[in-house]
Structures are given as structure tokens and as C-alpha cells.
């Protein structure tokens, strides 16, 4: 006899089919003989149990979700407030497995209430920059029921506060955090001491004048005018957590070195270029060296050469006088 049919893998009932060898059997049949067998569900192993289920209290079972193969045998019965073990079925694979009875802790906790999503949040605007972290307060924040994150803050700036619910949504069901703007305001920097001894070329941009950390000129264009005198600057030791402050720099201008007004051999002293030393009595120097002659007289040693010339001239008519009185034995007349 041959047979078919007598193999499986997964529990149920089969068939196996037998039949002869030659094609059919001696009364003449051909017919095969069908014998029905099966393979039993197994029972499984104990599990592992899932712990630290929780529920509403007056909520029903079914509203815990189980992890996969367990079931509630009573899904519709109502959660106990404290914990209480309720039973439940596990079958790993209902094909081949029998159910196991097994008993599932729960924890009836009282029933949530989410609070509504605030529509009217806003930043006490009373924060200004002091080196340390502040907390900014959010007007209507309930901390029985909200959390918020985002309100802390050092430096001088625009920030924003994020606001959730505490049971992780509002009650219309969202949990889109609530956004609060505010900021850290910017200090008035205080007097500070005035750098001193600034000085500067006549005719140049004050942006020439290297100024101390911090400061900075208001407009560096501004040609710089002779002698002592004060132009607007802008103090700052820091523009990220300090307002600008306006303040008045004393600088000194002075004309510039070797001026192409300055005359060759000719020294501030008075000196010619002979060495020897006189005073100028036809206009004055501005005392710096280099500094343009301002054409209010004539230099000393342009005096001297036009003297000497005088001098020489009168010398050389007296000289003529002498010998035509001489010769002549007359007088000449030079009141004429």
C-alpha cells in the first residue's frame, strides 16, 4: 500500500489517503481508503507578565492596551481605583496554542482632567541686562498645570517661552505648545573715565585717531581743526547688552611735519642760515615744528639781505658825494 497525506506542521485535523500498490485492491476496487488523523494545540510556556498597567478608575479594561498575545477575558469590566489583579488570557499563536489563564495587575488611578489651552499668555516686560540669568514671568501660566520651558536668559535679546500641559495635552485633545516672546533689555553703559591726550593731524578724518576699546567716533569723516577742540564719539563696552552712550573727546590738532610752507635754512629761533641769531619783528611762527608760515611779515633772514643792500647802496652815494666835494670844492644839495 502507498499513503498520502499523513505529514503536518501546525495543529488540526487531516486526512491521509491509502491505497494499493498495484492499482487497486483484490475485490477490484480502486477506491482509496481516507483515514483522518490531527496534530493537538500544545499548551505554552509560562510568560513573562507585562507590569505597571494603568487605568482611570470607572474606565473599562479594554481601554488599557496589552502587549501582544494577552487579552482581557472581561474586557467591558470597569477599573478599580488602587491595584487590583484582573483576569486575562495569553496565547502566543491561537493556531497551535491552548489559551493560558493568567491574572494581570492594574493600577486604577483617578481619572485625568487636561487643562484648556491658554489663549491669553504674555511676558511681563521688566527684564534689563545685570550679568546674571534671569526668568521672565508669563502673565495667566498656571504651574499646576503647565509646563514651561525657554524663560530663562543672560544676555540682552529676543527670546521665546514655550508653554505644554502637564498631562501632556490640552483638553481638546492638542499638545501644541503655546509660544510667549520676551526679552532682556539693554543697560545705559555707565560714565566712563575720557581717554586724554588725543591728538591729530589738521585737515585729517578724526577715523585717523585710534581710539580705546569701546569707543568709536560718530562721524570719522570729520576733518580735524586746529588747537584743542571736542567731537562727538560713541562709548560701548559691549553693543550686544549695553545702549550706545554719547560722550565728547578732547583732541589736540596739530599742523603737519615739514609743512611745504616752511622756508629752507630757516629755524623757529629767529636763526639765518649763516648761523647767526636775530629776532623776527615783522610776524611770528606757530611754534610747531613745520609748521606754514602764515605770510604775516617777512623772515629774518629776508630782512637781513634787503639791509644789507640799503646799507651798501647809501655807502657807495656817500662815497660819490665825498669826491665830487672834493673836486668841486661845492656842496651838493640832496634835499631835492
Known sequence: MSVTGNKGTNAGNYTASVTSKTGQWSDGSTAPVTVSWRIKKANPSSPTLPTNL?????NPLSS???????????GSRTID????????????????????SVNLSVKGNSAVTHPVKPTNLSAVDNLTYNGREQTVTINNFNSSTMV???DK????GRYT??????????????STPVAVSWRIKKINAS?????????GTVGQPLSTITLPTGYSWEDGNRKIDPGTNTYWAIYNPNSTNYNDLEVRLSVKGSERQGGKDAIPGDSES???????SGSDTGGSKSGKAGAPDTGAGSTSGFAKIVGGTFIAIATLVIIIVASIKKHHGHKVDFSR
Open 54 to 58: 494603568e487605568g482611570v478608575t470607572g
Open 64 to 74: 488599557i492596551t496589552l502587549p501582544s498575545g494577552y487579552r482581557w477575558v472581561n
Open 81 to 100: 481605583s488602587g491595584t487590583t489583579s484582573y483576569p486575562a488570557i495569553y496565547n502566543p499563536d491561537s493556531n497551535n496554542y491552548n489559551d493560558l
Open 148 to 150: 514651561v520651558t525657554g
Open 153 to 156: 536668559g543672560t544676555n540682552a
Open 161 to 174: 517661552a514655550y508653554v505644554t500641559s502637564n498631562t501632556g495635552q490640552w483638553s481638546d485633545g492638542t
Open 191 to 199: 560714565s566712563p573715565t575720557l581717554p586724554t591726550s588725543l591728538e
Open 270 to 276: 629767529g636763526k639765518d642760515s649763516s648761523g647767526g
